[in-house]
């Protein structure tokens, strides 16, 4: 079964380095999406990225965030000065269509911050 | 707000009773979604109910949906341990899916 795939499952960086994380959404698929988790809090939206955009973002997505598909198959979140509190689960996701149709998740990226 | 809220919070039953989690929602939807999260891992979709369906069943899943009450339920019968994780709705309108805190469901063999 076709599965949305991220890389590292697991990255520790030091505070005000960049890091990218990276995901593999299912081929099919147009839509794309980050959304965090901060332990034991609920799944929050970051955004939304289609036909090459950003179609939504939310308050979370400031300037030291950027998204990117540079090919055909990766779909990258970097944080570009990273900072304690951005310490979370980071999870990718894919859709065949927008909001009518299920999104299909990754595994995580566990990001932690020192 | 967009995001769907759960209730219970957290919910703890015997194997083999039934489980009921409850959604609200406050903005028009085209659909609802429903996910489960095991402890630490990606959202796995249930089961989605357009806006103009009331019920929907898959497997031991039966959920409703009110538009009037802006409402949704899912219910698990006859629960097993492995059923043991995080619920989340997420009702879907003009923009994308969000989540809630969820409901944490406990089976207890």
């Known amino acids: 079964e076709p599965e949305v795939t991220q890389t590292p499952s697991h990255q520790v960086t030091q505070m005000g380095q960049e890091v990218i994380l990276r995901c593999v959404p299912i081929?099919?698929?147009?839509?794309f999406y980050w959304y965090r988790q901060i332990l034991g809090q609920k799944v929050e939206f970051l955004v939304s990225?289609?036909?090459?955009?950003?179609?939504?973002k939310s308050e979370i997505f400031d300037d030291q965030f950027s998204v990117e598909r540079p090919d055909g198959s990766n779909f990258t979140l970097k944080i570009r000065s990273t900072k304690l509190e951005d310490s979370a689960m980071y999870f990718c996701?894919?859709?065949?269509?927008?909001?009518?149709?299920?999104?299909?998740f990754g595994q995580g990226t566990r990001l932690t911050v020192v | 707000s967009q995001q769907g809220e759960e209730d219970p919070q957290a919910l703890s039953i015997q194997e083999g009773e039934n489980a009921t989690m409850n959604c609200s929602y406050k903005?028009?939807?085209?659909?609802l979604q429903w996910y489960r999260q095991n402890s630490g891992r990606g959202l796995v979709h249930l089961i989605l109910i357009r806006s103009n369906e009331r019920e929907k069943h898959s497997g031991r899943l039966r959920v409703t949906l009110d538009t009037s009450k802006k409402s949704s339920s899912l219910l698990i019968t006859a629960s097993r341990a492995a059923d043991t994780a995080s619920y989340f709705c997420?009702?879907?309108?003009?923009?994308?899916?969000?989540f809630g805190t969820g409901t944490r469901l406990t089976v207890i063999p």
């Open positions: 903005t028009s939807i085209n659909n």
């Open positions: 997420a009702p879907a309108g003009a923009n994308n899916l969000f």
């Open positions: 081929s099919n698929h147009l839509y």
């Open positions: 990225f289609y036909n090459n955009e950003i179609s939504e």
């Open positions: 996701a894919s859709s065949v269509g927008s909001r009518n149709t299920e999104a299909f």
